[in-house]
C-alpha cells in the first residue's frame, strides 16, 4: 500500500502504480500460500510437482549447453538464442567462451535460483513424505539440480549451494571436510572467475554507487518504481568496454531504497525481520538465508516477473507453519 501511494502522479505514471500494484498483488499471493502450506495437506503433491519441474528444467539446461543453443521448446517459454547471440550471457573458461544455459528463465541468475531455492524446499520436507516412487523422484531431481546448477554459472548460485552442504552436515567432521573442499576449489577457481569476470565485477560497483548517489538525492521516498533507469542514464556512465550502463543496481535492498526512499526502505526490511522470526527450522532458516543472499547479490527478485514470483513463494515456504524436521541431504 506504501510503494502505490508512493508512485501515484510519479514520473512514469501509470507504470509506476501498475509495478507497485503487481507487488500487492505477489504480497496477496505470500499470505494465502503461506496459509495454504501451513495445513500441510498438499505439500506431498506440491513436492511431486516441484520436482517434476526440477527434473525437466535441468535436462534442458543440459541439453542446452551440450549444444550451445536452445533446443526450440518456445511454446515451454525458452527463448531462441545460442552463443553468438547479442548480449547473451557467455562465461569465458580456459581461453575459450562458453553459453551459460537459461532453461525456459530469462537469465542464467533467473535458473540457479530457482533450482537451488526449489531445492531446498524440497529437502526441508523430505521427511514428510512416503513412498519408494516419491523418494526416488525426489533424490533425481536433487542430482539433476545440481548438476543444472553448476551449468549456469550462476555465482549467487553457486554460494547457495556451498549453504546447503554445509547445512546437511550430520556432524563436525563432515563439515570441516566440506569447508576444506570449499576453500581449495575456491583457490582454484575464484582467480580464473575474477579474471573472466572483471568487467562484470566493475559494472556492479559502478551501479552501487550510482545507487547510493541517486538514493541520498532522494533519500526518504526515492525517485518511484522503475525510474532508476531514468535517473541512471542522466548520470552517463560506461562500462570497461565503454558501452552505456543502463541496467538496474544487482542488490534489490540498494534498489528498493533509490525507488521508495528510506521510508520503504525500512517497510521492506521490517517486514523480513518478520518473515526470518517465524523461520524456525534450521532449514527454512537455510532458505530464508539464499533468498537473502540472491537479493544481494542481483536484482531480479524484484525487477523480473520470474523472480517476483520465486521470492514470494520462497518467503510464503520459509514462513509457512510447520513441525521443524531435520534437514536431510
Same mark, same amino acid.
Given at each position: 500500500?506504501?510503494?502505490?501511494?508512493?508512485?501515484?502522479?510519479?514520473?512514469? %505514471?501509470?507504470?509506476?502504480?501498475?509495478?507497485?500494484?503487481?507487488?500487492?498483488?505477489?504480497?496477496?499471493? %505470500?499470505?494465502?500460500?503461506?496459509?495454504?502450506?501451513?495445513?500441510?495437506?498438499?505439500?506431498?503433491?506440491?513436492?511431486?510437482? $516441484?520436482?517434476?519441474?526440477? /527434473?525437466?528444467?535441468?535436462?534442458? /539446461?543440459?541439453?542446452?549447453?551440450?549444444?550451445?543453443?536452445?533446443?526450440?521448446?518456445?511454446?515451454?517459454?525458452?527463448?531462441?538464442?545460442?552463443?553468438?547471440?547479442?548480449?547473451?550471457?557467455?562465461?569465458?573458461?580456459?581461453?575459450?567462451?562458453?553459453?551459460?544455459?537459461?532453461?525456459?528463465?530469462?537469465?542464467?541468475?533467473?535458473? @540457479?535460483?530457482?533450482?537451488?531455492? +526449489?531445492?531446498?524446499?524440497?529437502?526441508?520436507?523430505?521427511?514428510?513424505?512416503?513412498?519408494?516412487?516419491?523418494?526416488?523422484?525426489?533424490?533425481?531431481?536433487?542430482?539433476?539440480?545440481?548438476?543444472?546448477? $553448476?551449468?549456469?554459472?550462476?555465482?549467487? =548460485?553457486?554460494?547457495?549451494?556451498?549453504?546447503?552442504?554445509?547445512?546437511?552436515?550430520?556432524?563436525?567432521?563432515?563439515?570441516?571436510?566440506?569447508?576444506?573442499?570449499?576453500?581449495?576449489?575456491?583457490?582454484?577457481? $575464484?582467480?580464473?572467475?575474477?579474471? +573472466?569476470? #572483471?568487467?562484470?565485477?566493475?559494472?556492479? #560497483?559502478?551501479?552501487?554507487?550510482?545507487?547510493?548517489?541517486? =538514493? @541520498?538525492?532522494?533519500?526518504?521516498?526515492?525517485? @518511484?518504481?522503475?525510474?532508476?533507469?531514468?535517473?541512471?542514464?542522466?548520470?552517463?556512465?560506461?562500462?570497461?568496454?565503454? +558501452?552505456?550502463?543502463?541496467?538496474?543496481?544487482?542488490?534489490?535492498?540498494?534498489?528498493? #531504497?533509490?525507488?521508495?526512499?528510506?521510508?520503504?526502505?525500512?517497510?521492506?526490511?521490517?517486514?523480513?525481520?518478520?518473515?526470518?522470526?517465524?523461520?524456525?527450522?534450521?532449514?527454512?532458516?537455510?532458505? %530464508?538465508?539464499?533468498? #537473502?543472499?540472491?537479493?544481494?547479490?542481483?536484482?531480479?527478485?524484484? +525487477?523480473?516477473?520470474? @523472480?517476483?514470483?520465486?521470492?514470494?513463494?520462497?518467503?510464503?515456504?520459509?514462513?509457512? =507453519?510447520?513441525?521443524?524436521?531435520?534437514?536431510?541431504?
Amino acid at each position: 500500500l506504501y510503494l502505490i501511494a508512493n508512485n501515484l502522479l510519479r514520473e512514469g %505514471f501509470p507504470i509506476t502504480v501498475y509495478f507497485s500494484a503487481r507487488i500487492l498483488m505477489y504480497s496477496l499471493f %505470500f499470505i494465502c500460500a503461506s496459509q495454504v502450506l501451513s495445513r500441510g495437506k498438499i505439500t506431498k503433491q506440491i513436492v511431486q510437482v $516441484l520436482s517434476t519441474s526440477l /527434473i525437466w528444467q535441468s535436462a534442458l /539446461i543440459i541439453f542446452q549447453f551440450a549444444s550451445q543453443k536452445s533446443q526450440g521448446l518456445w511454446f515451454l517459454g525458452e527463448r531462441s538464442f545460442d552463443s553468438a547471440t547479442v548480449h547473451i550471457a557467455n562465461i569465458d573458461f580456459f581461453s575459450a567462451s562458453y553459453l551459460r544455459s537459461y532453461g525456459t528463465f530469462p537469465h542464467p541468475n533467473v535458473a @540457479g535460483a530457482f533450482l537451488t531455492l +526449489t531445492l531446498i524446499f524440497i529437502m526441508i520436507n523430505l521427511d514428510h513424505l512416503k513412498g519408494l516412487k516419491t523418494h526416488t523422484i525426489v533424490k533425481s531431481a536433487s542430482l539433476f539440480a545440481v548438476f543444472g546448477t $553448476l551449468l549456469t554459472f550462476s555465482r549467487s =548460485a553457486f554460494a547457495t549451494l556451498v549453504l546447503i552442504s554445509i547445512f546437511i552436515s550430520s556432524n563436525l567432521k563432515s563439515l570441516i571436510v566440506k569447508l576444506i573442499a570449499t576453500s581449495l576449489a575456491l583457490i582454484f577457481l $575464484l582467480p580464473l572467475l575474477l579474471n +573472466t569476470q #572483471l568487467a562484470s565485477v566493475a559494472e556492479r #560497483l559502478t551501479l552501487t554507487q550510482a545507487s547510493l548517489n541517486i =538514493a @541520498g538525492k532522494n533519500l526518504f521516498f526515492g525517485v @518511484g518504481n522503475t525510474n532508476f533507469l531514468t535517473h541512471l542514464a542522466s548520470l552517463n556512465l560506461t562500462s570497461l568496454a565503454q +558501452t552505456r550502463l543502463i541496467q538496474p543496481v544487482h542488490n534489490v535492498f540498494l534498489l528498493i #531504497l533509490a525507488e521508495n526512499g528510506l521510508v520503504g526502505f525500512v517497510l521492506f526490511m521490517a517486514f523480513l525481520f518478520f518473515v526470518s522470526q517465524k523461520a524456525q527450522s534450521k532449514g527454512k532458516l537455510l532458505l %530464508f538465508a539464499a533468498i #537473502l543472499l540472491f537479493a544481494s547479490l542481483d536484482h531480479f527478485l524484484w +525487477t523480473l516477473v520470474p @523472480g517476483q514470483l520465486i521470492l514470494w513463494l520462497s518467503l510464503a515456504l520459509a514462513l509457512a =507453519a510447520s513441525r521443524p524436521v531435520p534437514l536431510r541431504p
